[in-house]
């Protein structure tokens, strides 16, 4: 019997305290000013409260690697609420303005709701409420729609790859019915959530066929569309560009038979591209990840489910920022050590894919360190 490989770099069973940060010896006070060696400012941070996750999408975590013998990190090993708070509070004052919860599935995180109300009570350094957000396959949402709001979660992004029930359960490959995603949709609406967004990734010959469908279901609605072309993350998800739809091809389709005009970002630097119905329905975005690197702007921090500091979604490396909670350091030493690392910070995988340089590169999975 041949033995079974997985194709996986597992950061977690790296020694604690081989990627720890130094802690400068002079500590000085942050200022909100952060700047990386490209002068990339520090102002949003994506935390993983979870890697476990309900579905199985073949594009993030393929069956035959996530299965039941895959090491999942242990209660232990996560960051604590208490000590997520305590981070983004350090982040803020770097500057930081807007949070992602992310995982793995966020809502499966036990009582994630009392995160979010530890986190909506912090302000960014102009002293305006934090911009928090969150990123969710939907499933549990009609249970979770109502605590999440009276958290204080201020919007919500959801994944929804297809309205064909059979391309649907397909691709989340653990037959979860579209029919309760939307629902889901519709019960953060009832609660109240404004400015709902979707997120479909297109994988080219597995459900572009849904580009349209999708696009109809939700022009006119209050829900933003956007479209985000399939990408190389971490090591199992079996990448190949000739699944990547370029997202210019994705305008092409839908104006063809909804004409759309290109508008401005709504801030510099904004990761989707924005495209309005000419007929006045609202609009829609793209992310072109592969196609068009957005690297020159990119101002996100992610924090692994662990507490690891990582500085690009294609990092292979993270700096433990656990083990320097866990040894009793000051905020003030752990912020200096987090500005360190950020000035350091030279990625841009996106602009060199396919270079020499990024061959054989391993990188870390996305639902460890989120999306
Ligand atoms: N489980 C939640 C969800 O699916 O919304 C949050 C975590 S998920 C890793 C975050 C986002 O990453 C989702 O919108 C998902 O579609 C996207 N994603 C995962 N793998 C991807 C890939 N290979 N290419 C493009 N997007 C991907
Ligand atoms: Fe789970 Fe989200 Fe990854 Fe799908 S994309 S497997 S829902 S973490
Ligand atoms: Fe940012 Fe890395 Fe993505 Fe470039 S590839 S935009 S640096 S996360």
Known sequence: MSERVIPLI????RKIGSHVPAIPAQLSTPN???????GRTL??????VTDRCNFRCTYCMPKEVFDKDYPYLSHGDLLSFEEIT???K??????VEKIRLTGGEPLLRKHIEKLIEMLASLKTLSGQPLDLTLTTNGSLLRKKAQALKDAGLSRMTISLDGLDDVTFRKMNDVDFPVGDVLDGIEAAREVGFKNLKVNMVVKKGTNDHEIIPMAQYFKASDVTLRFIEFMDVGASNGWNMSEVLPSSEVIRK??????LTNIDPNYPGEVAERWKYIDGSGEIGVISSVT?????????????TEGKMYLCLFATEGHDLKALLRD???DLEISNAIAQVWMQRTDRYSELRGSPEMANKTKVEMSYIGG
């Open 10 to 13: 597992d950061e977690r069973q």
């Open 32 to 38: 909100g000013l952060l700047a990386d060696t490209r």
């Open 43 to 48: 102002h949003d941070l994506r935390i993983s």
């Open 86 to 88: 305590r981070l983004a």
């Open 90 to 95: 350090i982040y803020i004052e770097h500057g």
């Open 254 to 259: 839908i104006h063809e038979v909804f004409p």
């Open 292 to 304: 068009q690197a957005f690297c020159k702007d990119c101002s996100r921090a992610r924090l692994s």
């Open 328 to 330: 009793g350091r000051s």
